[in-house]
């Protein structure tokens, strides 16, 4: 998964999700909510299970982001700490 800062520091920062093909998220509903700030934004998958650039949502650097992919047969959820570009695999959500 990607993240695209747009503006860092502040009340305005603002992120945008990406993700990759991936055949098991197809058409699926996405949920990008950041813990932090209590706001989130709400995707579709294509029919590829990639998801294009999303709006924005209220982030910066170090944030905690629970990222949501929902079909009927199943609900796949991660939590990791807010970085640009490609997510680390390790870096995950406090407690």
């Known amino acids: 998964m990607t993240f695209r800062i747009e ?3 502040g009340p305005d920062s603002r992120a945008s999700f990406q993700y990759p ?3 098991n998220y197809s058409e699926a509903t996405v949920f990008v909510f950041n813990r932090d700030r ?3 934004i709400i995707a579709t998958a294509a029919l590829d299970g990639s998801v294009a650039s ?3 949502v209220a982030a910066d650097l170090g944030d905690q982001l629970v990222i949501t992919f929902e079909r009927d047969d ?3 959820s991660t939590c990791i700490r ?3 570009g490609t997510q680390s695999a390790t870096d995950y959500c406090g407690p």
């Open 74 to 76: 199943q609900t796949v």
């Open 82 to 84: 807010l970085r640009e």
């Open 38 to 40: 209590g706001v989130g």
């Open 7 to 9: 503006s860092s520091g």
């Open 21 to 23: 093909p991936e055949a």
């Open 54 to 56: 999303t709006d924005p």
